[in-house]
């Protein structure tokens, strides 16, 4: 499978995105998905992941109330919707397919990922 992740760019605090992250391949809707981020000299995280139906869903306490994953398995495309941003949330953010159909908090429970997106957050 191949993750188009896109949508990132400059905001300013408080601002809101939305990330996108295009699939192919047909199985797209078997799997969890994620979002991570990498800030400059960090590891990468666990921001958000959804399962295979949607039904479940669990975010970084980082994160919690401000961002919100969704999927919509009949365009293979797993969002990220953020709203209040901060400046601490800078970093690039990529999406990936979970090796199951329920999210991991491990980085190693996901088996494909995307090329990353950069977000920035101006003071």
């Known amino acids: 499978v191949q993750l188009q992740a896109c949508g990132g760019g400059l905001v300013q605090a408080g601002g809101s995105l939305r990330l996108s992250c295009a699939a192919s391949g047909r199985t797209f809707s078997d799997y969890a998905m994620g979002w991570f981020r990498q800030a400059p000299g960090k590891e990468r995280s666990l921001i958000a992941n959804?399962?295979?139906?949607?039904?479940?869903?669990s975010y970084a306490d980082s994160v919690k109330g401000r961002f919100t994953i969704s999927r919509d398995d009949a365009m293979n495309t797993v969002y990220l919707q953020m709203n209040s941003l901060k400046p601490e949330d800078t970093a690039v953010y990529y999406c990936a397919r979970g090796k199951g159909s329920y999210g991991s908090t491990w980085l190693t429970g996901y088996g494909s990922w995307g090329q990353g997106t950069q977000l920035t957050v101006s003071s």
């Open positions: 959804i399962s295979w139906n949607g039904r479940s869903t």
